[in-house]
């Protein structure tokens, strides 16, 4: 008697590798122009860098419209609505409770986290080429107008814009993650900073901390081609306060808090 064995299957069990960063962050990007109060926001930081470099080729001088003199102030708005971008892009998923859906299709919340984080710095980083691409159109036009329409520009201001940029996007972020609600992470955003500069400049004895803990401060020299190490060392010291402390707390709230 012969006995005949069936050939055994190999189940084919899903994957559960999940999306890759690089994925997760595209997809993260999407969601920043997907939704009317970010797209919204991109177009005014675009029209806002745009109107200050307008009035700026009426206002300066002939020999002060220069590239540099047109790209600086063009990352101050920037500068200020990039944190609100950030709070929105973590605190959307659970304003719009859209956080059940994304962390059952992303189950490691960190990984979902990482990519919010990339895509405010990669939008960050969008941003320096937006004011570079506007400050060249306005030289551009200083120069046919009869301005000076001079090309100088020293190579470590880039790299000082996206310090600052990055920098600003992920401390909105911070607070998003550590409160995780809109208004109040916004609110607390402009109120604490803006506080603390207020009582530095009224009360002597918050004077010398300020100088290391106040961003509005330890920010300035990166609006010019020179930082010295001691500003480099100020910078880091009020990054670690307003953005690495906010970070790690708010990224364990928001791996331990229940999605309902």
Partial sequence: MTTITAPTRTAHRPSMAGPSLARLTEVELRKLTDTRAGRWLLITIGLIAAGIVTVQLFALEDTEQTFTAFFTPSLLPTGLLLPVLGILSITAEWSQRTALTTFALVPRRARVVAAKLAAMVLAALASVLVSLAVAAVATLLARATGGAGAWSFEASMLL????????????????????????????????????????????????????????????????????????????????????????????????RREVS
């Fill in 160 to 255: 000082h814009a996206a310090v600052l940029q990055v920098a600003n996007a992920l401390m909105g972020a911070a607070f998003g993650l550590l409160l995780l609600n809109t208004p109040l992470a916004i609110v607390t955003y402009l109120l604490l900073p803006t506080l603390w500069t207020i009582l530095g400049g009224l009360i002597s004895a918050l004077r010398g901390p300020a100088r290391w803990l106040d961003t509005g401060v330890t920010m300035e020299p990166l609006f010019g081609p020179d930082v010295t190490a001691g500003q480099w060392a100020r910078l880091g010291v009020s990054l670690l306060v307003w953005m690495v402390v906010p970070l790690a707390a708010g990224l364990v709230r928001t791996l």
